[in-house]
């Protein structure tokens, strides 16, 4: 397949004709980017000043806390756009932090470019609009949520406030004393209710960390 085509087929370049991809081709610099495992790309709280879209491999994606008592991570994979909501706004900085999980290819426009010219075109604005939407909406529908009373629910909710996306691997990397102070709850519970999620397959714990190889299994159980 013909590079125009291969980037007709990317996020927020989908609708655009062919004609309207060379048009702006020989108005925007498309830069194409090889990035190594385990290389960062973006760095939380780093100004953004480029749009960068994911074309192979897979992005651990990951959050430190504002006050550093744990990091969750996230595996996705291509293509995927990273972050477009920090391009503009009150704080256009990036709120994750990306890393290659596996050998992962970029493309790469700059800021001035995507404001500039891509914004002309209806079929870019409509895919960026829906993609910011997306993520307000379903931020917003997170705060609303209300956790159960259970601790099993309060864990899930816990997750579930902090995600990108409710599915999927996930890694927390986190002291059981400050979970059992985030799920407002004992220590002395929240230690056997780990192992017993541990012993069902749901998680996955060792020395700091709290893996969960499949959140929709996790959400499926609390059903």
């Not at 939380?44 to 550093?68: H, K, Y």
């Not at 290659?100 to 426009?109: G, K, Q, W």
């Not at 902090?162 to 999927?168: F, I, M, T, V």
Request: hydrophobic share 40%.
């Amino acid at each position: 397949m013909s590079t125009p085509n291969r980037l007709l087929l990317l996020p927020l370049l989908q609708g655009l004709s062919k004609e309207e991809l060379l048009q702006i081709a020989g108005r925007v610099r498309f830069n194409f980017h090889n990035r190594s495992r385990s290389e960062v790309i973006v760095s939380q709280d780093c100004p953004c000043r480029s749009l960068f879209i994911a074309t192979a491999g897979e992005l651990c994606v990951q959050r430190t806390s504002n006050v550093g008592d744990f990091v969750l991570s996230e595996w996705f994979p291509t293509p995927f756009v990273i972050q477009p909501e920090a391009l503009f706004g009150w704080r256009t900085h990036y709120t994750h932090t990306i890393v290659c999980a596996t050998d992962v290819s970029l493309l790469e426009i700059d800021k001035d470019a995507v404001r500039d010219v891509l914004f002309h075109y209806p079929a870019f604005r409509i895919s960026f609009l829906n993609q910011i939407s997306y993520t307000v909406q379903r931020q917003e529908q997170s705060l609303w949520r209300e956790p159960e009373g259970s601790l099993y629910g309060r864990f899930c909710h816990f997750l579930l406030q902090r995600c990108l996306r409710p599915a999927g691997r996930k890694e927390l990397k986190i002291r059981k004393k400050d979970l059992a102070r985030h799920l407002n709850a004992s220590i002395r519970y929240v230690a056997p209710f780990l192992h017993n999620l541990q012993a069902q397959g749901k998680i996955e714990l060792t020395r700091g960390y709290l893996r969960i190889p499949s959140m929709e299994r996790l959400l499926n159980a609390q059903t």
